[in-house]
T-cell receptor, first 112, second 114 residues
Framework: NAGVMQNPRHLVRRRGQEARLRCSPM?????VYWYRQLPEEGLKFMVY????????ESGMPKERFSAEFPKEGPSILRIQQVVRGDSAAYFC??????????FGPGTRLLVL | SQKIEQNSEALNIQEGKTATLTCNYT??????LQWYRQDPGRGPVFLLL?????KEKRKERLKVTFDTTLKQSLFHITASQPADSATYLC?????????????FGTGTQLKVEL
């Protein structure tokens, strides 16, 4: 059983471009979480999704950020019009239930 | 305000000794607490979960305690090895509905020296 997959592992964008981060949860996991880790800071919750539904987006910035978890395919975290402050590591985690979360390797976004 | 505090200073210990890491929290009522390990450039790896009605949990060389009166969890690694060197994160899940979003401490870096 493969672990949580994230791609790309590294992403470089110029200010104003769009960034799309993908997360494939572990097989059988229907809960997906996105976290962001800024340099020298801890992991911060962004959004919690189940298939086709956003359950909790209390950690998402109000503008430019969106997330989806379609019926088929990976979960996508989308950042429009990126700014330098968006540079961070973005981690996806999946869970089969409401307890242990299994994290992917992360996508490191660098905004030039 | 809500806070989760872990020692920001790195902990250096000798191989074979017991490492003890601390997680303190304020203004939370956690349903349970988890410990993760994170290596540079990688995602956190789940280690142990302890519920609010449990005092202690063990897994191989790892032991976690949870004191809801002191609002503190201790994480112990016995017979430590250089391979245990990493950053260790504690994370809380509060008693609220809507899933179990984790709130993380900033982590403590452990270095086990030969």
């Amino acid at each position: 059983n493969a672990g949580v997959m994230q791609n790309p592992r590294h992403l470089v964008r110029r200010r104003g471009q769009e960034a799309r981060l993908r997360c494939s949860p572990m097989k059988g996991h229907s809960h997906v979480y996105w976290y962001r880790q800024l340099p020298e800071e801890g992991l911060k919750f962004m959004v919690y999704l189940q298939k086709e539904n956003i359950i909790d987006e209390s950690g998402m910035p109000k503008e430019r950020f969106s997330a989806e978890f379609p019926k088929e395919g990976p979960s996508i975290l989308r950042i429009q019009q990126v700014v330098r402050g968006d540079s961070a590591a973005y981690f996806c985690a999946s869970s089969p239930s409401l307890e242990t979360q299994y994290f992917g390797p992360g996508t490191r976004l660098l905004v030039l | 305000s809500q806070k989760i505090e872990q020692n920001s200073e790195a902990l250096n210990i000798q191989e074979g000794k017991t490492a003890t890491l601390t997680c303190n929290y304020t203004n939370y009522s956690p349903a349970y607490l988890q410990w993760y390990r994170q290596d540079p450039g990688r995602g956190p790896v789940f280690l142990l979960l302890i519920r609010e009605n449990e005092k202690e949990k063990r897994k191989e060389r790892l032991k976690v305690t949870f004191d809801t009166t002191l609002k503190q969890s201790l994480f112990h690694i016995t017979a430590s090895q250089p391979a245990d060197s990493a950053t260790y994160l504690c994370a809380l899940v509060p008693f609220t509905g809507g899933g179990n979003k984790l709130t993380f401490g900033t982590g403590t870096q452990l270095k086990v020296e030969l």
